[in-house]
Structures are given as structure tokens and as C-alpha cells.
């Protein structure tokens, strides 16, 4: 009997939970955090090219869906945790509630971090091809540029007359490229679920003491 109580104390319940909170908030945290990045290019760029609003809207979806991975695992471990019996003993061992914790953090801290890549990627990557349809280039060929200072976005080159490169030309391959890297950052937080649900099948069961 004490090595029952010793492996499902009170508190073993708690660290379940806390998987849970940490596979929806960390989860959460990354959507917010690449939505926010993303949705302020795509309302900046969309001043001067409107056209580009619903092409650019694709990192939005794809932070949006990383709060779905957190919600799928936190749905998963909730449902996981027993609860005590009317005699108040409680089943729920250490081990799962551990393994629960680590698979809400795998899910959490993964998807936090494609978040910002997400975001990181979708904000220049947006900008970046908003410039381009406008034909705003870097280099012309007389190899001199000119500082685009208009709308407080200092740093960014204005094309010259006569001889630029085509901007309209290479906005399809700016936005195939960060569509690939969205991909990939993407797949970052799935890896992470993957994972999270492996290590949520690992349980323990004082019941069957």
C-alpha cells in the first residue's frame, strides 16, 4: 500500500495539468506571435499593393493553425488524467503525470518557436514581395542606389530611372521561397505534436495495484 501511495500522490494530477496549460498557452503564444508579425506586414504592404493582401494571407493561416496542434494534444492529455475514486484514492501514478507534462511542453515549446519563425519569415517575406510588385529594386545597373524613406521604412532602396532590375518579375520566386520556408517552420510544431502524442501513450495505473 505505500509503495502505491508513494508512486500516485496527491499531486500527481497537477503535473498533468500543467502539460495541459503548457500545450495550449506555449501553443498559443507561437499563433499570437506569428499572426501579429505577419498581419502588420500584410496591412502595411497592402497600402500600396492591395493586390497582394489574400496572396500574403497564407503565414496568418499557418500561425493560426499551431494554436489547433496545442488544442488536439491538450485535448488528448485532459482527457488522460483520472480522476480520484469516491474513497478518495487516487490512480493517477508520477509517471503519466510527468510524461504528460513533457508531451504538453514538447507541443508547446515547439509550436512557440515555429511561431516566431513564422512570423519573422512571414514579415519580410511579405514585405519583401509587396516591394517587388510595386518595382522597387536594390541595384540598377549604373550599381548606385537610392534610400526609399517614404512611410518610415528607412533602409529600403528606391529603383532609378531607366535599367532597374523587374520587380514584378522576381515576386513569384520571393514568394515561392518563403512559402518553402513557412513549410518548414511549420513542420517544426508538427514534429513536436508527433512526438507529444508518442509520449502521451506512456501511462501508469495505480489501479491495477
Same mark, same amino acid.
Given at each position: 500500500?505505500?509503495?502505491?501511495?508513494? =508512486?500516485?500522490?496527491?499531486?500527481?494530477?497537477?503535473? %498533468?495539468?500543467?502539460? #495541459?496549460?503548457? $500545450? #495550449?498557452?506555449?501553443?498559443?503564444?507561437?499563433?499570437?506571435?506569428?499572426?501579429?508579425?505577419?498581419?502588420? $506586414?500584410?496591412?502595411?504592404?497592402?497600402?500600396?499593393?492591395?493586390?497582394?493582401?489574400?496572396?500574403? #494571407?497564407?503565414?496568418?493561416?499557418?500561425?493560426? #493553425?499551431?494554436?489547433?496542434?496545442?488544442?488536439?494534444?491538450?485535448?488528448?492529455?485532459?482527457?488522460?488524467?483520472?480522476?480520484?475514486?469516491?474513497?478518495?484514492?487516487?490512480?493517477?501514478?508520477?509517471?503519466?503525470?510527468?510524461?504528460?507534462?513533457?508531451?504538453?511542453?514538447?507541443?508547446?515549446?515547439?509550436?512557440?518557436?515555429?511561431?516566431?519563425?513564422?512570423?519573422?519569415?512571414?514579415?519580410? %517575406?511579405?514585405?519583401?514581395?509587396?516591394?517587388?510588385?510595386?518595382?522597387?529594386?536594390?541595384?540598377? =545597373?549604373?550599381? /548606385? $542606389? /537610392?534610400?526609399?524613406?517614404d512611410g518610415g521604412d528607412k533602409g529600403l532602396m528606391e529603383d532609378a530611372e531607366g535599367g532597374d532590375l523587374s520587380g514584378?518579375?522576381?515576386?513569384?520566386?520571393?514568394?515561392? %521561397?518563403?512559402?518553402?520556408?513557412?513549410?518548414?517552420?511549420?513542420?517544426?510544431?508538427?514534429?513536436?505534436?508527433?512526438?507529444?502524442?508518442?509520449?502521451?501513450?506512456?501511462?501508469? $495505473?495505480?489501479?491495477?495495484?
Amino acid at each position: 500500500m505505500a509503495d502505491v501511495v508513494y =508512486q500516485c500522490p496527491s499531486y500527481a494530477a497537477s503535473l %498533468g495539468y500543467m502539460g #495541459v496549460v503548457a $500545450s #495550449v498557452t506555449l501553443s498559443n503564444m507561437g499563433s499570437a506571435m506569428g499572426t501579429w508579425k505577419s498581419g502588420v $506586414s500584410i496591412v502595411h504592404t497592402g497600402i500600396k499593393h492591395p493586390s497582394s493582401v489574400m496572396k500574403n #494571407v497564407i503565414p496568418i493561416v499557418m500561425a493560426g #493553425v499551431l494554436g489547433i496542434y496545442g488544442l488536439i494534444v491538450g485535448v488528448i492529455l485532459g482527457q488522460s488524467i483520472d480522476a480520484p475514486t469516491n474513497d478518495q484514492y487516487n490512480t493517477y501514478s508520477v509517471y503519466s503525470g510527468l510524461a504528460h507534462l513533457c508531451a504538453g511542453l514538447c507541443t508547446g515549446l515547439s509550436g512557440l518557436a515555429a511561431g516566431m519563425c513564422i512570423g519573422i519569415v512571414g514579415d519580410y %517575406g511579405i514585405r519583401a514581395v509587396g516591394y517587388r510588385a510595386s518595382n522597387i529594386t536594390i541595384f540598377s =545597373q549604373s550599381g /548606385k $542606389s /537610392k534610400i526609399h524613406t517614404d512611410g518610415g521604412d528607412k533602409g529600403l532602396m528606391e529603383d532609378a530611372e531607366g535599367g532597374d532590375l523587374s520587380g514584378s518579375e522576381d515576386q513569384n520566386k520571393l514568394f515561392v %521561397g518563403m512559402l518553402i520556408m513557412l513549410i518548414f517552420s511549420e513542420a517544426l510544431a508538427l514534429y513536436g505534436m508527433i512526438i507529444a502524442l508518442i509520449v502521451s501513450q506512456n501511462s501508469y $495505473s495505480c489501479a491495477a495495484e
